[in-house]
């Protein structure tokens, strides 16, 4: 066998291993995105929006948000879609429903959740 042969041999091998690797990393990771895991209600429409945020794939319009599961913390992605979208009156990520003190913390304190509002009413007028 000549060297040649033996190149093309392994670089076929090699080729056809990193092709069976990334149909297992990906084809999980797409069926994952199709779901929504983070489901937000908010105080306020919003504009149809899709985007990524902390990893997830999000998409809001009107009062609803949803978003695919993603390596973030529960809390981390309720507050980040408060403080890009405004008020939380309703979240839930999978099967867990967030209670009265969880979505103070996500909205932040009462100063600052009456602070927005009223930059909000501000900027509508």
Known sequence: MTLSQIFTKTFIFAGAL?????????????????????????????????????GASLKCS??????????????NMCIS???????????????RQFDAKQLEKCNGDKKAVANRQKAERLATN
């Open 81 to 95: 879609i408060a403080r890009e979208f405004g008020l939380i009156t309703a979240f839930s990520a999978g099967d």
């Open 62 to 75: 009107d009062t609803s948000c949803r978003a695919s599961k993603a390596s973030t913390a529960d809390k």
């Open 18 to 54: 990193a092709l069976g690797s990334t149909t297992t990393i990906v084809v999980p990771m797409a069926h994952a995105a199709s779901g929504s895991y983070f489901k937000a209600e908010l105080a306020k429409p919003v504009e149809s929006t899709k985007k990524i945020m902390r």
